[in-house]
């Protein structure tokens, strides 16, 4: 009895020992979190998020949500950027302007990156494969549409054809997610591998800047190319056996595949503001 009641106070001891320490462990890393600047936070985070990520793994909703609150803190002072800088100066009246991608950080997990556009700058329509996207509008107004592949039709109408013989690209439908301005500031938009748009367009209506993050980012050998999509109305095709109202069928398009647009002129720099990563 007496040996036995050494030990139960001995593992009492030991238990309180460890909780107090695992206490301690936590509140440094609290008070770390609370020193750092919202760029660190931003790389902390993304670090945590997409730790046990990859292709078509999506985060669970608290760490969504955790990802969402940090990058709706951000302003664009957080990341060194203002509306007056050459990113967003039009240079050439002829055809789209150039766009700029400041790179912050990629690894095997995700990516961070800065597109910089000035008015009427196009990110053409693109794909996301196997990706969960948060993109943070940081000052400026954007039109962006997007879209999910239609999977909800009924079984026997068909969502895939060829319009004109085996050479050329088969057209899908797709539903339309968004179609719509956004000013800054906004929620962060969050697309994942299957829904919330994967597919999409974004349009200057004035300069501005849209921080991305990617989980995982594109990877040729591994598969994760980015597709470039040509959009059609609705109406464009009648195929055999599909039937949608007149009034629903707005919500959906016809995407086929194509090459990267000529026209598409973005040119990649390293990010040069406040620190996100440590060294």
């Known amino acids: 009895m007496g040996i036995g009641k050494n030990l139960s106070k001995g593992s009492e001891g030991q238990r309180e020992t460890i909780t107090n320490s695992k206490s301690r462990k936590d509140r440094r890393q609290r008070s770390r979190k609370m020193s750092l600047s919202p760029g660190e936070k931003l790389f902390e985070t993304c670090t945590e998020v997409f730790a046990n ?32 800088m050459p990113y967003f100066t039009v240079k050439s009246v002829r055809g789209r302007p150039t766009i700029t991608y400041l790179h912050i950080y990629e690894c095997e997990k995700f990516s961070m990156g800065i597109f910089c556009l000035p008015a009427s700058g196009v990110i053409p329509l693109h794909n996301h494969p196997g990706m969960t996207v948060f993109s943070k509008l940081l000052f400026g107004t954007m039109h962006i549409k997007s879209y999910d592949w239609a999977v909800d039709m009924p079984p026997h109408m068909p969502t895939i054809f060829n319009p004109s013989g085996t050479r050329t690209p088969e057209v899908r439908l797709a539903k339309v997610k968004i179609d719509a301005d956004f000013t800054a500031p906004c929620n962060p938009a969050i697309l994942y591998p ?31 190319h980015c597709t470039y999509y040509l959009d059609y109305p609705f109406s464009n095709f009648s195929v055999d056996g599909l039937s949608i109202s007149e009034e629903e069928s ?19 720099q390293m990010y040069s503001g406040p620190m996100i990563v440590d060294s």
Not at 54 to 81: C, F, K, M, W
Not at 200 to 210: D, L, M, R
Not at 218 to 224: E, V
Not at 251 to 263: R, V
């Open 250 to 268: 707005n919500g959906y398009e016809w995407l086929q595949e194509k090459d990267k647009p000529d026209n598409v002129k973005v040119v990649g």
């Open 194 to 224: 299957a829904d919330g748009g994967n597919m999409h367009c974004f349009t200057a209506v004035t300069a501005c800047a849209v921080l991305d993050v990617l989980g995982p980012p594109y990877n040729d050998p591994q598969g994760r």
């Open 53 to 84: 990520g990859g292709p078509g793994i999506v985060p669970p909703p608290s760490q969504i949500e955790n990802l969402r609150s940090v990058l709706d803190a951000i302003t664009p002072e957080d990341v060194g950027l203002k509306p007056d």
